[in-house]
């Protein structure tokens, strides 16, 4: 079992940035982002209260089970789509490996 995994992240430029991410720390999707200084506020430190971490999930990965607190706040957030999910919401797995997500236009 690796220990790390690879995410691939497509910044609001529509360049493409492999990022590289532990899976034996509990980290989560929005955490890492941030460790690579990319621009998402996050505002409420990952609480599902903001949604100013979005993402879109452009690959087939197995996410968990949208929460509730998570789909109320996609309800009330700017740019969603289908494929949309709070970051902070996502924690980092081994099943992950090759994510593919796009950052959602800040608003």
Do not use: W
């Not at 995410?7 to 529509?14: F, P």
């Not at 493409?16 to 509990?26: E, F, G, R, T």
């Not at 289908?82 to 902070?88: F, G, H, P, T, Y």
């Amino acid at each position: 079992m690796s220990k790390e995994i690879t995410i691939y992240l497509v910044d609001r430029k529509g360049t493409k940035h492999k990022l590289i991410a532990p899976v034996d720390i509990n980290l989560n999707l929005m955490e890492l982002i941030k460790s690579y200084e990319f621009p998402v506020e996050a505002t409420c430190g990952g609480m599902a209260l903001c949604a100013s971490c979005q993402c879109y999930v452009n690959s087939d990965h197995q996410l968990s089970k949208i929460s509730e607190n998570e789909e109320a706040m996609l309800a009330e957030a700017f740019n969603v789509k289908k494929s949309s999910r709070l970051s902070c919401q996502i924690l980092i797995n081994d099943r992950l490996d090759g994510l593919n997500i796009t950052l959602a236009p800040e608003e």
